[in-house]
């Protein structure tokens, strides 16, 4: 299984939060090495690769989220035009003049996402973003009546966007933001189908992180693991940002270290990447929250958690910007990480 390839194909899919089935189904069949795969009640997609330890075995949750940000359509116009909001945090800049897809009753609709041409705008506003209220899709409706007899409100619509192959394995497209984590959980259990390792393995891909967490909410509270790693983006390294802030983009994942870090996990980590030659960089994260990460760490009695970040730039707009080779690397250190646990580190996280 080509999982880059299979990357690809989960960035050009649908998969908007609260919306991932479709989504959910194209990643249980990309992933041969997993034993048992299970959805949840919300949605969460499960894959689990046992390992060949004693029972009970320590349980390792690895949980990236498989949903979008995405748009919303709130109204039809008499003319035919369609009004929208955001599902999740786009940037709203870069909306203007995107092509998109319209999830209508009859099926995908092609539009794009208009607003008033410059030439007649008011003094001053030529210099500014345009306002969401003021930009709508275009289907090519005549009316609201024709509109209506494809699309209704709370119909669905994505940026149409294939992936696009940069210089050297670097790669642009939509929904990076989280698919490369899901593509990192895929990497990872194909290289554990050929080691050894005690630990059984839960490869979450969660939904509505954009939203609120969700899905790393309710998977954990029904796992139960001894270790958490979440793998979300991070903001890779750009002119105009500082580097302070960023993660260099072609240096493999950035390794957290913050309040929601557990510092063994963080120093076995940092330890397994410099021991398998797998480069990384370290990522301060003062202040926890916007990733799955804190869901896990925080449920039920708690779990020792660790955050990796793949990093990506141009987050939350359709070019969206990494090198596959970080996913690769990032699966590679969870793979070698998860070889080398057992039941005395496990135990030993409870004491500092």
């Given amino acids: 299984m080509d999982v880059k390839q299979v990357f690809r194909t989960l960035s050009e899919a649908s998969g908007i939060s609260g919306y991932e089935l479709e989504l959910a189904k194209l990643i249980q069949q990309s992933c041969p090495w997993a034993d048992e795969v299970r959805t949840d009640k919300l949605g969460n997609l499960i894959m689990l690769k046992k390992g060949q330890g004693p029972e009970p075995r320590p349980k390792v949750m690895l949980a990236a989220h498989m949903d979008e940000i995405g748009l919303v359509i709130t109204k039809i116009e008499k003319e035919g035009f369609l009004r929208f909001s955001t599902i999740g945090g786009f940037d709203q800049r870069v909306l203007l003049a995107q092509e998109v897809v319209v999830h209508g009753r009859q099926g995908a609709l092609p539009g794009i996402i208009g607003a008033k041409p410059p030439h007649i705008q008011a003094p001053g506003e030529q210099s500014k973003a345009v306002k969401m209220e ?31 192959d940069l210089q050297g394995s670097l790669l642009a497209g939509k929904a990076f933001d989280d698919r490369a984590g899901v593509a990192a959980i895929l990497e990872c259990f194909k290289t554990l189908s050929t080691i050894t390792h005690q630990a059984d393995v839960y490869g979450v891909a969660t939904v509505q992180e954009e939203v609120g967490l969700r899905g790393a909410i309710t998977s954990t509270y029904g796992i139960i693991p001894d270790i958490g790693i979440a793998i979300d983006v991070g903001f890779g390294d750009s002119p105009g940002l500082p580097e302070t802030d960023t993660i260099k983009v072609s240096h493999g994942p950035g390794i957290a270290i913050g309040p929601h870090v557990h510092p063994k996990l963080h120093a ?39 955050l990796l970040s793949i990093p990506l730039r141009y987050m939350h707009t359709p070019v969206e910007t990494l090198d596959y080779q970080d996913i690769q690397r990032t699966g590679r250190l969870m793979a070698m990480f998860i070889a080398g646990l057992d039941h005395e580190f496990v135990e030993g996280l409870t004491c500092f």
């Avoid at 980590?269 to 370290?282: C, H």
């Avoid at 760490?297 to 020792?304: C, D, E, S």
């Fill in 134 to 164: 003021d930009l709508f899709i275009d289907a090519g409706f005549d009316s609201a009546e024709e509109a209506e007899r494809s699309v209704r409100v709370g119909d669905l619509v994505t940026i149409k966007r294939s992936v696009v």
């Fill in 268 to 306: 076995r980590m940092v330890e397994t990447a410099k021991e398998w030659n797998i480069s990384y960089s370290l990522d301060p994260s003062p202040y926890p929250g916007g990733t799955d990460a804190y869901a896990i760490q925080v449920a039920r009695a708690g779990v020792a958690t660790i």
